[in-house]
Each structure stands twice: as C-alpha cells, then as structure tokens.
C-alpha cells in the first residue's frame, strides 16, 4: 500500500512538472509575441498614418450591410456550434465510455487555446498582407488594425473583425477535426502543445495559400468553405498521428465498439445544422450565393447518407445508425469546396461518390494497417481530396461569377489547377505533422502510459468520471 501511494504521489509529482512546463511555454510564446509583434505594429501605424489616408481618401466608400453582418454574425454561432457541442459529443459517443470526458475536453480545449492564438497572431498570419505568396505578415498581429470597417477583400459589407470572427471558428474546428485519428492515447498536456504548433505552423500558412492572397489563390484555387484548407489538411495530418502514434492497447482484439451512439447522432445533426453557417455563410452575405450554396450542402448530405448506407446494407447485410451518420458528413465534407460554385445536380453526384469512396475508404483503413479511430482519414481526407477534385470538374460561374468554370464547363485547366492545389496542401501536412509529432514527443512524451491507457483518459489525465 505504501508502494502504491508513493507510485501515485510520483506520477502526481510527475504531472504537475509536465503541465506546469506545458502551461510556462505556452505563457512565454504568447507574451514573445505581444512583445515582439504588437509594440512595432503600433509604431508602423503611426508611420503610415498620413499614406493609409490619402489611400482611404482614393479608394471607394464601403458601407456595411446590417443583413451581410448579421448572416456572417449568425454563421459564426453556427460554426462555433459544429466544434462544441457538435464534434464533441460525435466523437465523445464513438469512443469508449472511459474516455468520453478527456475526447470532450480534446474539443473543448483546442477551440479555447486556438481562438487565444488567432487573436494573437494567426489571423495576421493566414490573412495578414502576403509575403512572397507563402504567409501573411505580422501587421495584423493582435487584431492591430482589425477594426468595425468593412475589408475590400474580406467582405466589404461586413466588419473586419466579423470577417476574422468567422474565420477563428475554421481555425478551431480543423485541429479538433484531428483528435479523432489518435483518440484514447494521447496525453492531455501533448495535445496542448500539438494543438498550438499545429494551428500556427499547418493551418495559418495553408489558409493564406488559398484565401488570405496566397500563392494557390493567386493561381486560380478554389475551395469555396475548405475542402483544403480543412479537410485536407486535417484528414493528411490525421494520417500522420495514427501512424506515428500507433494503435490503441488492445486494437484487434479488445472489444472497442462506440459506447454511446445516441450522442453521436445529436453530434451529426449538430454539425449538420452547423454546416449551413460553414459553407453559406462563406459567402460572406444574406444573399442568392448563400442560397444556394446552402441547397448544394443539404443536397449532398442527404445523398452521401442514403448512398453509405445502401453500400453497407449491399456490403455488410444491414444498414447502420452509424453508417447513416457518417455517410451525412461524408457528404458534407466533400461538398463543402464546391459548394459556392455547384447547383443542385452537381452536388447530388458528389454526394453519391462521397458515400462510396468514403465507406470504402473506411473499409480498407483495416487493410492498410492503422488505427484511425474515429475516421478522421477515410471521411475528411478522402472526401477533401475529391471535394477539391470535384470543384474543378463542376464549378459553374453561372453560380459563382468570382469563382470560374470546371472541366465540364470548358475550362480543363482548373482541374489541374485543383490536382497541384491537392497534393501541395497533403504534402505540407504531412511533413509538417510529422515534423511537429517529433518535436512534441521530445518535450513532453506523446503518448499516454499502458497503464493509463487501460485506466482510460477521463481518470487517468483528469481525475474525472463521467457515469457514476
């Protein structure tokens, strides 16, 4: 007994140490850049001050539209909605009941520690003026500059700040989109960590690519509402963190079945409802884009649902609550780029092909030898990487006069356009991931021990039970 209490008093002492460093370095980066970036910023805007207005002085007048602003303001809600409650009890229901709190907290706590960080710097880093097509620069760095004016590019009917608002929410939403690739093994305290390093080195330079100015957008990109930006880059991480993590104690043999699906319907139809806000409300208005992007999402999730569940009632014997589910964010997901460019039909196709090529993807994850949890890789990779595809077969400018024509439209180099788009977002995740799993590991250890793995992530890293 004294053994144990000593062993216990260790690991306790052990803990503390851990998180204490974890929470000190976290302190350091954000006081670094308070210091570093926001007292040159101020000082540069005094510079310009004179230059800015007779710029001001030139260009046209924007006027914010109260319907534009309370659209996007709405959409916000919606998309913070999809991250918690939505992804969180979707996952939390998938895992066993050991473990439902720590995957709660995975979502709860990234979309806290990111939306800290975009406020900080990865708003000006992803949005911020470009820098050689590969970053955004450090003007905007705590929301110096963000201010109530509309943006000309970033919604000139809008606020600045509800622009970078609706934006944070993206931000949160594809890291925790990760959490379910290494669910019930990770530490809390590298999760912390990961989730940082992630959100400033992976997502920041992979949304200035696209859509804060640089490069891919420059070349003619399109992912609508993020097909790349989220779905890639998420699903080709996630691939890296099963990999790199290894399998859950016991994969194989040990009963792992989902402990709780009702929770994980109320997640679907969370993230369903949510997903109006993520894809309408990118087009930035109370208006006929966001009309019909809005058709174009619901029209895909209901064919993605239907398909995945007639696949696995053809393939399995029986149609599943988890299959119909799954097949409705499938659905989602791959229609999320092409959703501002497509009319109804288009996303009806890419529904089918996302409930197909998604439940295989699933199918086949046993084949290739890795333990994805929760199906991060075959739902959000998969379906990012045809969604993005898709767009340059289908994308209209009937739809979308900003946007431009697909392969079936007469425009076959946008598909090639979307291809480069494709495997330079992958190719960077999965390097960068893997780059970042390296170092986290080095500091503060990935993975949880055997033995608090087998006690489960609620009371091994916070003490907490969720059924009594």
């Not at 503390?16 to 910023?41: W, Y």
């Not at 330079?205 to 804060?212: E, F, R, Y």
């Not at 398909?307 to 988890?322: D, F, I, K, Q, S």
């Not at 959000?380 to 990487?385: A, I, P, S, T």
Request: proline share 4%.
């Amino acid at each position: 007994m004294v053994i144990d209490q000593e062993r216990d008093g260790s690991r306790k002492r052990t803990y503390q140490r851990t998180f204490l460093s974890v929470g000190l370095s976290i302190a350091a980066l954000l006081v670094g850049v308070m210091a570093a970036f926001i007292g040159p910023v101020s000082a540069q805007d005094s510079a310009v001050a004179p230059v800015e207005a007779v710029a001001a002085a030139a260009a046209p007048v924007l006027k914010i539209d109260t319907g534009d602003t309370a659209w996007v303001l709405m959409s916000t809600a919606m998309v913070l909605l999809m991250t918690m409650p939505g992804l969180a009890l979707f996952y939390g229901g998938l895992v066993r009941s050991k473990n439902i709190l720590g995957t709660i907290m995975q979502s709860l706590v990234i979309l806290c520690l990111v939306s800290l960080l975009w406020i900080l710097v990865g708003y000006s880093l992803a949005f911020g003026p470009d820098k050689g097509g590969v970053i955004g620069g450090l003007e905007w760095a705590g929301l110096s500059g963000v201010g109530s004016e509309p943006h000309p590019v970033y919604g000139p009917t809008i606020p600045h700040q509800v622009f970078m608002l609706f934006q944070l929410m993206f931000a949160a939403i594809t890291p925790a989109l990760i959490t379910g690739a290494f669910a019930e093994r990770m530490k809390f305290s590298a999760l912390l960590l990961f989730a940082a390093l992630w959100s400033l080195l992976i997502y920041s330079p992979v949304a200035h690519w696209i859509w804060g100015g640089g490069w891919l957008g420059k070349m003619g990109a399109l992912d609508f509402a993020g097909g790349a930006v989220v779905h890639i880059s998420s699903g080709a991480s996630a691939l890296v963190c099963a990999i790199v993590m290894g399998k859950r104690k016991g994969h194989g043999a040990d009963y792992m079945a989902p402990h709780n699906l009702p929770f994980t319907l109320l997640g679907t139809g969370l993230l369903w409802f949510g997903w109006f806000g993520f894809n309408a409300g990118s087009a930035l208005g109370a208006n006929g884009l966001a009309g019909s992007t809005f058709l174009a999402t619901h029209a895909a999730a209901v064919t993605g649902a239907l398909v995945w569940m007639g696949v696995e009632w053809a393939h399995r014997g029986r149609p599943t609550v988890l299959g119909l589910a799954s097949g409705a964010v499938a659905g989602l997901a791959t229609v999320t780029p092409a959703s501002g460019y497509i009319g109804p039909f288009p996303a009806i196709i890419i529904g089918v092909f996302a409930g197909f090529l998604c439940y295989f993807a699933v199918v086949w994850k046993g084949r290739m030898g890795y333990d994805d949890s929760l199906d991060v890789v075959g739902i959000h990779g998969v379906g990012g990487v045809f969604g993005i595809l898709a767009t340059g077969l289908f994308a209209s400018k009937a739809i979308n006069a900003a946007g431009a024509d697909g392969l079936f439209f007469g425009n076959a180099g946008q598909l090639g356009i979307q291809a480069v788009m494709v495997g330079a977002v992958a190719l960077f995740s999965v390097i960068g991931t893997w780059i970042i799993l390296k170092v986290v590991n080095a500091v503060v250890g990935l993975r949880v021990s055997p033995e608090d793995e087998s006690t489960g992530l609620d009371l091994s890293q916070h003490n907490e039970r969720a059924y009594s």
